[in-house]
């Protein structure tokens, strides 16, 4: 499609040639925009407008909630829930998933979203995000439930983030190719500034939360372990490592110039009961639908990710992505 074409157009075009379409998905994706304008609009006003800093709360998760993630999930139910494009809404934020009030009509799609992503980042002025993944509810539900939220990766229509950086750009698939759309402050557009986007195939630079080293198991070490080796190493490269601790950041980056990003669960984690840090249903599902819709792979060590048969919307698990050789280098020392 045209550069510079607004997010709207981009989607109108698309459904264009599907049968059935009724415009509920542009609908859809146009109030999850104006969920990501807002909530840029705020994370660029930052202590002007005193929205940084904690809230007084923990979330389901038993993480201390910033205001910005109190008010992000806010922002996405209040500009999803009236217009009669979802049927529910599920959120990081949220114990349960978010019924809505009676009289709002129900559309055939159900959202499952991290409102802010990297919010430890958000008190120092560093890229953050929001993350999205869109499913098909079942036909005529009025209250779903968790089940019809628990579908595998592979069910998603569509998936995507908005990184509030330098520039606010909102990255979506719907199962072709990703694309990227710039936010015009000026004018409040999201405008398309790159289709079929792939992440580079060659890449030297990871990225891992290194202080967890001595907690890893023994194929994550192997594979760290071989990229600090560098040049001198079997590798025979050097390797460059990043960690922003936002994951649309690092997903951002891995896009643009290649690399991998693994979260892999840990002895520390499993100690707690957690297969690992990041949330299926709306970190590692839409990431990685993502990922591969960019010829990226995505596991979680020992399975893809997008495969995985959901338990709980919850539910945490090892994630490792980006470029495909070497998530798949990963991938087969746990299998060894
Ligand atoms: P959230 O802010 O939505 O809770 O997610 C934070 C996640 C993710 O974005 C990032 O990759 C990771 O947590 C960072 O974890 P560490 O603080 O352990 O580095
Ligand atoms: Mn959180
Ligand atoms: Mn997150
Ligand atoms: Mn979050």
Redesign the pocket.
Known sequence: MRIGTTLTNYTINKQKGIQGASGTFTGLLNDIAVACKRIADLVNKGDLVGVLGAAESENV?G?QQKKL?VISNELMIEALQHNGHIAGLAS?EMDDIHQLPDHCQRGNYLVLC?P?????NIDVNVS?GTIFSILKAPDGVRNPTQADFLKPGTAQVAAGYCLYGPATILVLTTGDGVSMFTLNRDFGEFLLTRENVRIPEETAEFAI?MS?RRHWEPPVERYIAECLAGKEGQRGKDFNMR?V????A?VHRILTRGGIFM?PGDAKLSAAGKAG??RLMY?ANPMAMIVEQAGGAATTGRQRILELEPQEIHQRVPVILGSRAEVERVTSYHGE
Do not use: R
């Open positions: 998760q993480e993630d990081e991290d802010l992503d990297g919010s430890s953050v939360n967890n960690w601790a936002s994951m649309v690092e979260y840090k990041l970190e």
